[in-house]
């Protein structure tokens, strides 16, 4: 058994609504889930090693591509949640795309909270909405699109 693994990444915004998906894996769209996942080379650091459970950020590293930039600009200026699985699979027995059944290793959701860039690489903050234990304050950007309209006197 050759063990590959992959992402699948995607943005919604406040109401549930699909913006973005993405895959890490297949050089091409790939069929999933019932959804069309668009290839985007990005790895996340944090997903595993515990950070993401505790209330700390994940970041995304991926090239700086139109796409890439264009969505994650949209993300941070609307608010977007993310939603990260990672997946292990079994690469010899299908490898044209995802197959019926994988290992899910990890998963994380947060927001999108900040990006850097360089001339060749791009990196997109994910923050998570509370810290398990002793959290206050989410860290992120509050805005109508999360809270909603406030009451009016």
């Known amino acids: 058994m050759a063990n590959g693994q992959v992402q699948f990444l995607r943005f919604y915004d406040s109401a549930g609504v699909t913006r973005q998906r993405w895959q890490s894996y297949w050089s091409d769209a790939a069929s999933w889930s019932g959804s069309q996942w668009d290839f985007q080379p990005f790895a996340a650091d944090g997903i595993l090693d515990g950070d993401a459970g505790m209330g700390r950020s994940v970041e995304l590293r991926m090239p700086a591509s139109a796409a890439a930039v264009t969505a994650a600009d949209r993300a941070l200026a609307e608010g977007w949640l993310a939603e990260l699985q990672l997946y292990r699979f079994d690469a010899a027995a ?31 903050e994910l923050g998570n909405a509370l810290q398990p234990i002793g959290a206050t304050v989410p860290p992120r950007v509050l805005s109508q699109q999360i809270m909603g309209v406030g009451c009016r006197l």
């Open 94 to 124: 299908n490898p044209t795309g995802p197959p019926v059944t994988m290992t899910l290793l990890g998963q994380f959701t947060g927001q999108a909270i900040g990006a850097t860039a360089s001339a060749t690489e791009f990196r997109l």
